[in-house]
């Protein structure tokens, strides 16, 4: 990888990787799954986790895993390029807790117990985690939470309080949770991070509609839950250092360029499908400015992103483009679903009718972009993000 | 993918950097914007001598051999301090000369001008052209062993002090075509040539030509009619030199503006603390990262040999620059308050240089158009 002038060419044998997975994506995606997939439409759990087990035979669930643990120990520009295909390709996006937070977490300080007991059970897909993070008092301000664990002295903690916008946690299996293990220190140092198995008495879970018309959210209540003190993972009140470890491993993945490429694709098939004044809007300069503009952004983002995989392939620390790569990543997948509602005139008006009275194509932009209103939210807002490399990259004090 | 510089690159960057922080701080600049010439030939000569006017260019015509990545560098870092030498308009004159000419052309025009003892300067831009290469209604007729040429020129840059012209004419073609745009070069001093100097916001000097003179045969760069592929380069290569001149001045301004939020006080703390200065500081960064992301890009792919690539890359990168461009300097004076508006504060010169910037080499709106236009802009995308 190491030549002597910069150079923005994949090497042949990456090149040949991306034809495999593209090759593997054809043949290994069932008709109905590939249906769906190529209108976009909404999977529902069934189907994500259908995905999920096709892909863990083929080894390739788990991406950024280390070969020990199951991971196809890929390098970094192969992960990007699977997940970028993958994201292309349309198909069922997994489900992230276990994959891509929990998972790596564990990888990282969970004991040897731990890593037996969880990790191959992620990876088959045979139990569904959810995140136990934000409360209804904890939002941007996690580490006010309130959710409580106490030591029962019997090698057990008794968990009480509410988790909010855990997602999905109605298909999950597992919840792992922040919780307050120490209410006298002072807020961060106060936390603890838990496994806690759903099936334990005392939790209830109810699901609740977001704006896009489908049930991700719920909220998740916990009364006298009683927990073995195996499943804490690190410390006992280092949770806030487990905590952001995790927010770390989240942020190679959520530039969602190929989400993007491919919405922004989409679009451009929708708007050489709508007529208005004799012509196509993909033939009226007015929209094509509209849709170059967006993907003239995604475009500098891509070469940010590329940046930061070039520099990681070489071992190097992630420099500050990095940290730009949800923030614009998120603002962008946003505001091509609402140039998508924009093109789609008064098609876009339809909320869940029956086939027929829209495009295909177009059945599932108007749920989307209610729904997608959320990526600038979750992961850490990107207000907080912007405190955040106002006062990390930038020097700006508080 | 590797974007880590070769040593030789990087002691290019060290080199540059250095001779602009101690030789060429923006008071040098600030000096030589009341100077009929605006920069200084000297200077000029060190360049030559040192090798970076001919960075890019071949050995054979007298250029060191590299890339445009190396020109790009060289800019970048001419940007951090508005080093007033015309480096970039020079680069695109020389590059149309470089494709278009010959051998005998480039010994006697450009190899000069790569060791600093001339200036070149392409005058494209018409008054009725706008950004259009195409649209050219300066005339060349051809006589026995002769062309006349008619018409004029807008804001050639460096044109005042320019010893020869790269100069587009209709030789042929239907008006805007892209068939019969012929290139000549034209010697200063050729009677019928008025140059008449006008100064720039920037602080430079460009020049407005009438053209109604005479020049040989041999003035005809390449072949009659066929000059539209290396104007089109030429343009694109500028277009590159803008957009890394403009990383230099936004990674330079964000800095200055930084260090201004971390030690200018209001209501008893640094403005710094303020989440609302914050957050816009936030908002400079992220772009000047994508101008960056971009400018890298296009330095590359304007090499490639396929125009859709290279077309597509330099004008992704063209609007990047506008908009981030537009937003980091704009905020840079926001952020600064009232002293931003002085002439004596250097926020306002980074700010005027942006602006010429994003309106040389095709500006946002054309940029936008022409990726909208290019086939890329349909790839993958599915049937209806």
Redesign the interface.
């Known amino acids: 990888?190491?030549?002597?002038?910069?150079?923005?060419?994949?090497s042949p044998e990456h090149v040949q990787f991306r034809e495999e997975v593209r090759a593997f994506i054809r043949e290994a995606m069932p008709p109905h799954l590939r249906e769906k997939a190529?209108l976009d439409a909404n999977f529902d759990m069934k189907e994500v986790m259908e995905w999920h087990r096709i892909l863990d035979r083929k080894g390739w669930v788990a991406p950024h895993w280390p070969r020990e643990y199951g991971g196809p120990g890929l390098d970094v520009?192969r992960r990007f390029i699977l997940t970028e295909e993958l994201e292309l390709s349309g198909a069922p996006q997994l489900s992230p807790f276990g994959l891509a937070m929990v998972g790596p977490l564990l990888i990282q300080y969970g004991t040897e117990a731990q890593k037996k007991r969880f990790l191959p059970k992620i990876l088959s897909g045979e139990e569904v985690w959810c995140q136990g993070y934000s409360e209804p008092n904890a939002g941007s301000d996690l580490a006010s939470l309130r959710m409580r664990a106490d030591d029962d002295g019997k090698g057990h903690f008794v968990v009480n309080g509410q988790k909010t916008w855990t997602t999905y946690a109605q298909y999950a299996d597992w919840i792992f949770c922040l919780v307050r293990t120490d209410p006298k220190a002072k807020k961060q140092s106060g936390i603890s991070f838990l496994l806690i198995d759903l099936k334990t008495p005392g939790i209830t879970v109810k699901p609740f509609l977001t704006i896009g018309g489908t049930p991700a959210f719920c909220e998740t209540f916990l009364d006298n839950v009683v927990v073995p003190k195996e499943n804490l993972v690190g410390t006992l009140n280092g949770g806030w250092t487990m905590a952001k470890a995790l927010l770390g491993h989240e942020r190679t993945l959520i530039a969602t360029v190929g989400q993007s490429a491919r919405t922004i694709?989409?679009i451009?098939?929708?708007a050489?499908?709508t007529r208005a004044g004799g012509r196509t809007l993909l033939d009226d300069?007015i929209f094509?400015?509209k849709?170059?503009?967006l993907?003239?952004?995604l475009?500098?983002?891509q070469?940010?992103n590329?940046?930061a995989?070039?520099?990681a392939?070489?071992g190097q620390a992630p420099g500050?483009?990095s940290s730009?790569l949800k923030?614009?990543g998120s603002e962008i997948l946003q505001q091509i679903y609402e140039l998508a509602m924009e093109i789609m005139g008064l098609n876009s008006l339809s909320w869940f009718n029956e086939p027929g009275v829209v495009p295909e194509?177009e059945q599932w932009v108007a749920s989307a972009f209610n729904y997608l209103r959320a990526t600038t939210i979750y992961g850490g807002s990107n207000?907080i993000q912007?405190?955040i490399?106002?006062?990390q990259?930038?020097?700006?004090?508080? | 993918m590797n974007f880590d510089l070769s040593e030789d690159q990087k002691l290019l960057v060290e080199t540059v950097a250095s001779f602009v922080k101690q030789k060429s701080p923006v008071s040098r600049m600030r000096g030589l914007r009341s100077d009929p010439v605006g920069y200084s030939p000297q200077v000029w000569r060190q360049m030559g001598q040192f090798g970076w006017l001919g960075a890019a260019f071949p050995e054979a015509v007298g250029g060191a051999g590299g890339g445009l990545v190396d020109a790009a560098l060289i800019l970048e870092q001419l940007g951090t301090t508005l080093v007033p030498e015309p480096v970039l308009p020079a680069l695109v004159a020389g590059w149309a000369l470089l494709r278009a000419g010959s051998a005998p052309q480039h010994r006697r025009f450009l190899a000069p001008m790569l060791a600093g003892e001339s200036l070149l300067a392409l005058a494209y831009a018409e008054p009725q052209s706008r950004h259009d290469l195409h649209d050219v209604e300066t005339r060349a007729e051809r006589r026995s062993g002769s062309y006349r040429l008619r018409g004029a020129k807008r804001f050639v840059l460096a044109g005042h002090a320019a010893r020869a012209f790269v100069v587009s004419a209709r030789s042929g073609g239907a008006p805007r075509a892209r068939d019969g745009v012929s290139l000549f070069i034209v010697d200063r001093d050729t009677p019928g040539v008025g140059v008449q100097a006008v100064a720039t916001m920037d602080g430079r000097r460009a020049a407005m030509l009438t053209l109604d003179c005479e020049v040989g045969a041999d003035a005809l760069l390449g072949q009659e009619g066929d000059g539209a592929d290396a104007l089109e380069e030429a343009v694109d290569v500028g277009a590159t030199g803008a957009c890394a001149e403009g990383v230099g001045i936004t990674q330079t301004v964000l800095q200055m503006t930084l260090d201004y939020l971390r030690t200018r006080e209001q209501f008893g703390v640094k403005i710094g603390t303020f989440q609302a200065l914050q957050h816009r500081a936030v908002d400079m960064f992220v772009e000047t990262e994508l101008c960056k992301s971009t400018a890298i890009m296009a330095s590359i792919k304007v090499s490639d040999h396929d125009p859709v690539q290279r077309q597509s890359a330099v004008s992704a990168a063209k609007v990047q620059l506008a908009v981030g461009g537009r937003l980091v300097t704009q905020q840079a004076i926001q952020l600064h308050g009232g002293i931003g508006i002085t002439d004596e504060h250097d926020v306002g010169l980074y700010f005027k240089r942006m602006h010429i910037l994003n309106s040389l080499y095709g500006d946002e709106e054309h940029h936008l158009a022409r990726f909208a236009a290019l086939p890329s802009f349909l790839d993958g995308v599915p049937a209806p």
């Open positions: 990888m190491l030549c002597d002038v910069m150079d923005m060419t994949i190529a520009t694709r989409r451009k098939r929708i050489g499908a300069p094509q400015g849709i170059a503009r993907e003239i952004k475009r500098a983002l070469m940010a590329y940046r995989i070039a520099g392939q070489l500050p483009e730009i923030l614009r194509s207000e912007k405190n490399i106002a006062k990259i930038l020097g700006l004090g508080s």
